[in-house]
């Protein structure tokens, strides 16, 4: 039985994953912004389950005390913490717009950073644990149709790929998570095609790399072959392509 914590706790990748999790045992807390929901979706996890559940109230914003935060929610240790929480904007709204574009790198890059920072002594110094972080496929190259949102979780493919190394040592794990399409809420206006996946899928996925201690997981894994490929088409072409 393992101690999780997830944040954004209320996405549907993070609510699938925490149900596979409460069908285990584990015991969970949950962070998020909507307290109602969080309530509801912890009465259903107990139901399915779950050890002790835990709530509690988290925000992406510049003022959030991230020290703070980490500090609440480790009294006893945790042995994973799953980042979750992302906001995906219509890029042709943000891109000219400062604020807008700070907000939307406060949500998907800054926040995660600062949330792995506040944590990361905190699991060097137990010896143990899982910090997974759901980055995206965007990530891997820019394109003009959502290339706020892709610097962002570039930003943290990054910065979880030196954690990965900075923790190596000290047993800690540090597992990188790349869904392609997924159909939830944050992709409630776009068609659905032949590559899009459900949230289960990803959250079954999640679970094996858990299991498996894998570094960066592309989910499905399909992904992992159509990114090589797009990373490797020479930017002179790239530029010309309505992507
Ligand atoms: N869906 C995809 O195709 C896809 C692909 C690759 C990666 N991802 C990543 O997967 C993760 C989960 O997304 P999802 O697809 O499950 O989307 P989702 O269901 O729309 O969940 C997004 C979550 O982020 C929370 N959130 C947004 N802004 C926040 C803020 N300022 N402070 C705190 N929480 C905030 C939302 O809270 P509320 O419930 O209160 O709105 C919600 O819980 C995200 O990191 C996303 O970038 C998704």
Redesign the pocket.
């Known amino acids: 039985m393992a101690r999780i914590l997830i ?9 699938a994953s925490a149900r596979l999790f409460a069908a285990r045992g584990d015991d969970l807390v949950l962070a ?3 307290e109602e ?1 969080l309530g509801s979706l912890a009465a259903d996890l107990r139901v399915r389950g779950a050890g002790a559940v835990d709530t509690v109230s ?4 510049p003022q959030q005390d991230y020290q703070g935060f980490a500090g609440r929610v480790w009294d006893q240790g945790l042995d994973c913490l799953l ?6 904007r219509s890029q042709d709204r943000c891109q000219d717009d400062v604020t807008a574009s700070r907000r939307e790198f ?3 890059a800054l ?1 995660t950073i600062c949330l792995l920072a506040a944590f990361a002594g905190r699991f060097a110094e137990q010896g143990a644990g899982n910090m997974v972080v ?5 990530g891997d190259r820019g394109r003009q149709s959502n290339y706020l ?1 892709g610097s962002a ?1 570039a930003a943290v493919s990054t910065y979880c790929q030196g954690l990965r190394n900075r923790m190596h040592s000290s047993g800690v794990r540090v597992i990188t ?11 409630a206006g776009f068609e659905k095609g032949l590559l899009w996946t459900q ?1 289960e899928q ?1 959250a079954s996925g999640i679970l094996r790399a858990l299991e498996r201690g894998s570094d960066v997981v592309y989910l499905p894994w399909f992904w992992r072959y159509i990114m090589l490929v797009i990373r490797l088409i020479p930017e002179r072409w790239f530029k010309r392509l309505s992507l």
Do not use: W
């Open positions: 944040v954004g706790a209320t996405s549907a990748i993070a609510i998020a912004r909507n929901r988290f925000m992406a914003q980042l979750a929480h992302g906001s995906l406060e949500v998907n926040s759901i980055s995206s496929v965007a949102y979780k998570i790349k869904p392609g399409f997924v159909d939830t809420p944050m992709t949230p990803i």
